[in-house]
């Protein structure tokens, strides 16, 4: 049923093996009674139960497939084809909302002043049991890009204009691990206000088989991959200043413990001359009064 006092919000569940934990996320989704709502899952082929639970719920979503992908990304971008809604966000098959959190979202997101709205998110153990919150905070391509700037950030917290990000074009389905970093910094590159709640509403489940656990340098590995070819222009600055923050770490912590300190300024200097983008800032004179 429609409504026109509430904006639509679509929500995109990419899917693959997670039949332990993807009906909670379907029963805390639906169980919202928002009723503006359109809910897509997209499965990647799943050869558990998965498909089998969906299909208990399949009167109450808007589109599913099961199908082989080429991965999260590209999975996202086949349920953002079939979006309609104003607010968007995809919420993934081991995670689940909190009572209430679209109306929430709905009741805060201020749609004509802001471009995303970020709030807060639970981090839970395999049974979800708590284990801490993450606060989204300071969301900008700088400091997404290069961990800079005091940023707090957690995608499933982090919801968009929909007519905004078709605008910003499909995720990179050749990137597994960072392309919600990537899309996200694209996004705001463009798109800059950003509403914030310290409210959590959402449960992120952290678990033996989940990538933020078990493939953690692999989101690194994507970034650096990333940029050696960006293919958003307005992040390319942002990135070659990231290749720059790690060859500043890498010189910092190649100092000899045993080298004198005339030696190390001397060196710090030579450094600085060579890599001129690298400013006198807080962090580079701590450094310097630490050899110091």
Not at 27 to 45: M, R, T
Not at 188 to 215: A, D, G
Not at 250 to 274: E, G, H, R, T
Request: charged fraction near 25%.
């Amino acid at each position: 049923m429609m409504s026109c006092n509430k904006p639509k919000i679509s929500i995109v569940t990419p899917s693959y093996n997670q039949g332990q934990f993807i009906e909670q996320t379907i029963d805390s989704i639906l169980s919202q009674n928002y009723s503006n709502l359109e809910y897509i899952i997209i499965d990647g082929g799943s050869t558990d139960d998965t498909v089998e639970i969906i299909r208990k719920y399949e009167k109450h979503l808007k589109y599913w497939v099961s199908e082989k992908d080429e991965g999260q990304s590209d999975a996202i971008n086949k349920g953002l084809t079939h979006c309609t809604g104003q607010i968007f966000n995809w919420i993934n098959s081991d995670d689940y909302l909190e009572p209430d959190s679209l109306k929430h979202i709905a009741n805060t997101f201020k749609l004509n002043k802001y471009d995303a709205f970020a709030a807060s998110v639970t981090n839970v153990d395999p049974i979800g049991n708590f284990l801490h919150i993450t606060q989204n905070n300071n969301l900008t391509p700088r400091n997404l890009l290069r961990w800079r700037g005091g940023i707090s950030f957690h995608q499933p917290g982090v919801w968009l204009k929909n007519e905004l990000v078709q605008k910003c074009g499909p995720l990179l389905i050749d990137y597994h691990y960072s392309f919600d970093v990537i899309f996200l910094a694209n996004y705001f590159s463009k798109f800059h206000k950003v509403q914030y709640s310290e409210r959590p509403i959402i449960n992120f489940r952290l678990h033996e088989e989940s990538k933020t656990v078990s493939e953690q340098d692999k989101f690194r590995l994507d970034l650096l991959r990333y940029s050696k070819a960006p293919k958003h222009p307005s992040l390319k600055k942002h990135i070659n200043n990231r290749l720059l923050d790690e060859e500043w770490d890498a010189f910092k912590n190649s100092f000899l413990n045993d080298m004198n300190v005339l030696k190390k300024i001397n060196q710090l200097f030579k450094y600085l001359c060579f890599y001129p983008q690298i400013t006198w800032d807080r962090k580079t004179l701590g450094f310097l009064r630490k050899i110091i």
